[in-house]
């Protein structure tokens, strides 16, 4: 099915276009610097997501191939189409990545320190993730892999308040040394096959050197994404840091690029030759995984924590892409939509606890039994965050780590405990806010604002709607 | 004859700029830095017209031809020379100065770079190449008010004479072993493999030395470095937007016209040089405190990128190198009218730390910095991705993967250079009174914009013209 007034094209346009409108945007007189700016970011995304709605209206959810196929003859020497699809595991994945960015918007609304620059940027990354997430061929697909990481330095660099500034570079050439080994591996498909569909590279017979050279450097660029040992220091050490609600969710969603990449690349089957180093790399996985969710669990710091739970989920995910089953990869969708979903959530309302922490100066124990709405809310987030029923991530997730389990007994147990970890260091949290303590000077006057509180009803009908029926806005569904 | 004549126009319509310029310095009483630049832009424009109506006729038979291709370069010098020197006129203008010198200068240069261009005869590159220098000289030292630049001008006063020895030396060496320097003749004993001896092989690598002296390849860039760091605004334009066409151009007729019979040899001549200015631009540029010299460092970087994508001698490698010239220079000049734009008590700034924390203030004129290095660095979604896709792709045609991956490595270390700057201009705090910028570079840097954001999408408006031109080269 092609695709009607260019949709695609235009969902990847209208973040960027908003940009744009940012850029030449003014604060009007008295008003809270940087309000036009976040203003229009927000109607940006708003307008967006209508768009992405409209699609699911016109997709066959039911078919696993790319839809609404968009071709553009970009260059001549060397021959290359820039070519966009969705299916509905895409589309899923950019309407939760939009409504995190969304959320994560409501989380930065009172911020003055240049929220001007923070929107221009938040719209390119968004623009350009949206970009990757319709690619449907090598070269757009590694032209928006690549993309991305300008917006995500400077929102890092700017408000990241990473106090090592080194740390900032070395993270950029990290990420941008995994963007130039997919460009190396791009440019050998190209040589053997010409401009090619993401879809069709799993199928392409390369000779045996090159055969493992190219799924070494894509399975390396992706893995470079994901904070797993040795690639998790430069991620863990910038993501836990992060205090500005937006920037961390939009770094916490690198790790999405790279599952996203493993599931559009890798073929029905994996090479035989990777057989081996992929189980090594699960073990590294799972260990790496372990390891994380116990720092989370002894750590302090709420960052670290939600850090922690973030990571965990991903590697919960990247081992079920290998297992490679259609069921468990429409199962990582649904469970996928709701994670980002509950991780800018948890994100954001931590975020404000902290922040009302910072500004009265005391521990926040006991902060949830004065604020009936915060309280609501903090409580069901923490609730679907675990894992209880109450979003898809429930049903999907227990799916993939079934399957996960008959695949490897070992493994499996290993993942349910670094997952009750997690859950476990949510819980302990939400015990802190809820056991009052006299040391805490907040009050009642410090809830969540009634619009805020409004929004994030509709996310928690959202995701109590998910928990139904994972596509329950589609009309067809 | 009177043919000729008329075909001659666009170098004549040059020179005849030297004299109306005189005219007006001398008796008109009234002149700003703009009399001159609107002067010569008339004389440039009608320069850039007659030569693309004359674009494929010839005016001194076998010394200088006119073809499809040398047009295009022609034309790209004319118009960067046309867009610097409006930029040129503004530093003139918050100067003070006078800008006759500058201007009178840059035609006559202009001139040359058309004959160098236009050359296919070893006695005209013979000419020019010491007439380039002086002239260049003659920049280097306009409006010097510090010991530094008479020392830049004095050192490149002595690597320019010397390498016009070798070009010269080179010159006799051919014509004493082949007895012609007609690049047709050339060809000819070449392809022929006609005298291979120690002497002949000797004559081409000087020659070729001379013309990688002046494309300030690595290991003879001290110049450029020396020059770009102390030299004023509208001469370091000069040296690094519009020399680089015309040299590029003379280095791909010298290889194409002359020398092609001996393209394992040059192969490996300009794989040596392009690796060693790749690293040495890619390194150098990491750790400099001058942000002048920093691009300085990086145009020798372009110029290892630029032979990268040269060395396979066919349609595929100099389409390459064209569009990596030709996106590389956007870029530069992008980056140049940001210099423009830098001033603090009408100083223009030129070390890293006197920017730090201009986002803050000058919010424009440090995303359209970042979008440019973002470029030069050749990261999607940035212009600059095109020209890094166009040379690679030439390498990965012709299986030489060792070479896509010293590339690969120099781009890591060149955007670690520009990293430092990024970091300056947007994470540190404002630490200087930055200048009221001029509208027009404003102007100027949003066209620029457009024009990247219009290339990017659609290449084929920028490229496809070209391909079709550039095919008949090699």
């Excluded at chain 2, 040269?310 to 064209?322: G, K, P, T």
């Amino acid at each position: 099915m092609n695709s009607p007034f260019a949709l695609l094209s235009l969902i990847v346009a209208v973040p960027f276009f908003g940009m744009l409108f940012v850029l030449s945007s003014k604060d009007a007189k008295g008003a809270l610097p940087g309000r036009n700016a976040f203003n229009v970011c927000v109607f940006t995304i708003i307008s967006n997501i209508i768009l992405i709605w409209r699609i699911f209206m016109i997709l066959n959810e039911k078919s696993a191939s790319l839809q609404l196929i968009e071709r553009f003859d970009w260059l001549n020497t060397p021959n290359i189409d820039i070519v966009l699809g969705v299916d509905v595991f895409s589309l899923l994945l950019i309407l939760a990545v939009h409504l995190a960015v969304l959320i994560g918007l409501f989380g930065v609304s009172a911020n003055t320190f240049r929220q001007k620059s923070l929107m221009v940027f938040t719209l390119l990354f968004l623009s350009m993730i949206t970009g990757f997430l319709v690619a449907a061929d090598i070269f757009s697909f590694y032209i928006f892999f690549e993309a991305m990481l300008l917006p995500l330095f400077m929102i890092i660099g700017m408000f990241g308040e990473v106090r090592k500034q080194g740390l900032i570079n070395r993270f950029f050439l990290y990420n941008f040394i995994g963007a130039i080994i997919l460009f190396s591996a791009t440019m050998l498909i190209f040589y053997h096959r010409g401009s090619t569909m993401l879809a069709d590279v799993g199928s392409i017979s390369f000779p045996a050197p090159l055969r493992y050279y190219i799924w070494g450097a894509v399975c390396l660029s992706f893995v470079s994404r994901i904070p797993v040992w040795p690639f998790h220091y430069w991620i863990s050490s910038i993501n836990s840091g992060i205090r500005n609600p937006l920037a961390f969710i939009i770094t916490a969603l690198l790790p999405l690029t790279a599952i996203y990449g493993f599931i559009r690349f890798l073929p029905a089957r994996l090479p035989l030759e990777l057989g081996d180093y992929i189980m090594y790399g699960e073990i590294i996985a799972v260990v790496t995984m372990l390891f994380i969710a116990l720092i989370g669990f002894t750590n302090r710091d709420y960052q670290y924590k939600i850090f922690a739970y973030v990571t965990v989920y991903y590697i919960l995910y990247l081992l079920g892409v290998f297992v490679n089953d259609e069921l468990i990869m429409t199962s990582i969708g649904y469970s996928l939509f709701c994670f980002l979903i509950i991780m800018a959530s948890l994100e954001v309302v931590s975020g404000y606890i902290y922040h009302k922490e910072q500004e009265a100066q005391c521990v926040s124990n006991g902060f949830l039994c004065r604020v009936k709405r915060l309280s609501f809310v903090y409580s069901f987030i923490t609730v679907a965050a675990v894992g209880l029923p109450v979003s898809a991530v429930f049903v999907n997730n227990f799916l993939i780590l079934s399957r996960l389990l008959g695949f490897n007994v070992k493994m499996g147990v290993l993942l349910v405990l670094s997952l009750a970890f997690v859950g476990v260091t949510l819980i302990q949290e939400l015990l802190r806010l809820k056991q009052d303590s006299k040391e805490c000077r907040l009050g009642k006057n410090d809830d969540i604002s009634k619009p805020f509180f409004a929004f994030m009803l509709f996310v928690i009908f959202i995701l109590l709607m998910s928990f139904v029926k994972p596509l329950w806005f589609v009309a067809s569904a | 004859m009177l043919q000729n004549w008329f075909i001659m126009s666009p170098e004549l319509s040059l020179l005849a700029y030297l004299p109306a310029a005189f005219l007006i310095n001398r008796f008109r009483a009234e002149k700003t830095a703009k009399t001159f630049f609107t002067l010569s832009k008339i004389f440039l424009l009608f320069t850039l017209v007659t030569t693309v109506v004359f674009y494929n006729q010839s005016p001194l038979g076998p010394w200088l031809k006119n073809t499809s291709y040398s047009t295009l370069f022609k034309t790209l010098v004319y118009i960067v020379s046309l867009a610097w020197f409006y930029l040129s006129s503004k530093w003139f203008l918050n100067k003070n100065r006078s800008s006759y010198r500058f201007y009178s200068l840059g035609m006559w240069t202009l001139f040359l770079f058309s004959l160098l261009i236009s050359a296919r005869h070893l006695l005209v590159l013979a000419a020019v190449l010491p007439l380039l220098g002086l002239s260049a000289r003659g920049f280097i030292l306009m409006h010097w008010d510090e010991e530094k630049v008479a020392a830049a001008g004095r050192l490149y006063g002595v690597f320019a004479a010397l390498f016009s020895l070798l070009l010269w030396s080179g010159v006799a060496l051919l014509h004493w072993r082949l007895g012609s320097l007609d690049y047709a003749a050339l060809q000819g004993a070449f392809s022929a493999g006609e005298p291979r001896d120690f002497y002949a092989l000797l004559g081409v690598c000087l020659i070729l030395s001379a013309v990688l002296f002046m494309l300030s390849a690595a290991p003879f860039h001290s110049w450029f470095v020396g020059v770009i760091s102390c030299a004023t605004l509208p001469v370091c334009g000069i040296f690094t937007l519009i020399a680089p066409i015309a040299w590029l151009f003379c280095l791909v007729a010298l290889v194409a016209k002359a020398f092609l019979g001996l393209a394992p040899l040059l192969h490996g001549i300009l794989l040596a040089f392009a690796v060693v200015s790749l690293f040495i631009g890619a390194f150098s540029a990491n750790g400099q405190t001058n942000i002048r010299r920093l691009f300085a460092f990086v145009g020798v970087y372009n110029t290892g990128f630029l032979l990268f994508g040269l060395i396979n001698f066919n349609s595929d490698s100099i389409m390459s190198a064209f569009s990596y010239e030709l996106i590389y220079v956007l870029a530069m000049i992008g980056v140049y009218t940001v210099f423009l734009g830098l001033k603090s008590k009408s100083e223009y700034l030129s070390d890293v730390a006197e920017i730090s924390g201009l986002s803050h203030v000058k919010p424009y004129i440090s995303a359209a910095f970042l979008v440019f290095m973002f470029s030069l660095v050749g990261m999607p979604p940035m212009l600059g991705f095109l020209g890094r896709l166009a040379v690679v792709n030439t390498l990965v045609t012709s299986a030489q993967w060792f070479d896509v991956g010293i590339l690969l490595v120099s781009v890591l270390f060149m955007a670690n250079a520009f990293l430092n700057i990024i970091r300056t201009v947007y994470f540190e705090p404002l630490k200087n009174a930055f200048d009221r910028t001029d509208k027009s570079i404003y102007i100027s840097l949003f066209v620029n914009l457009v024009l990247v954001i219009i290339s990017i999408l659609n290449p084929a408006y920028v490229l496809l013209g070209a391909e079709t031109v550039l095919k008949g080269v090699f």
